[in-house]
């Protein structure tokens, strides 16, 4: 879909206070920390998931567009969430990380959510390395030379 004349707005959903350590991350590295919702699911017995997730929906209009990155696939946060993801303005992004987050928050508005997303899942693949093995493979290769 693309964005026409509303707003990209975030939706960082998941267990616990993970989502408030991505937000304090993305404010350090990026400054990017507008239109960006938080649900810490769970951390506060009197407030209810379906509760927080409608008070963030109310705030999004029909011209806007909400990317929702959750933090387990099949987790109850996601399922949740998965009830509104029909609606043809909402996408859902689930096991997110941290450059996942950064790329798509700092992609061009104008960028269709869908292909922003699909190429942000690519990169962040890339962004998950087993570091001893690389650099046991780099030392080897250093030896060998």
Excluded: C
Excluded at 77 to 96: D, E, K, M, R, W
């Amino acid at each position: 879909m693309e964005n026409t004349g509303g707003t990209r707005k975030f939706l960082i959903a998941t267990h616990g206070k993970l989502a408030g350590g991505i937000k304090s991350s993305l404010g350090i590295i990026t400054g990017a920390t507008d239109s960006i919702f938080l649900i810490e699911a769970y951390v506060d017995d009197n407030r209810s998931l379906e509760h927080d997730i409608r008070g963030i929906l109310d705030q999004i209009s029909d011209n806007d567009e909400l990317i929702v990155f959750s933090d387990i696939m099949g987790g109850s946060v996601t399922n949740q969430i998965l009830q509104y993801a029909l609606q043809p303005n909402v996408h859902v992004v689930s096991g997110f990380n941290l450059p996942l987050v950064i790329e798509i928050i700092l992609a061009d508005a104008g960028t269709p959510a869908e292909e922003v997303i699909a190429e942000a899942i690519e990169n962040a693949k890339q962004q998950m390395v087993y570091v001893n093995k690389l650099l046991t493979a780099q030392n080897q290769d250093e030896e060998n030379d």
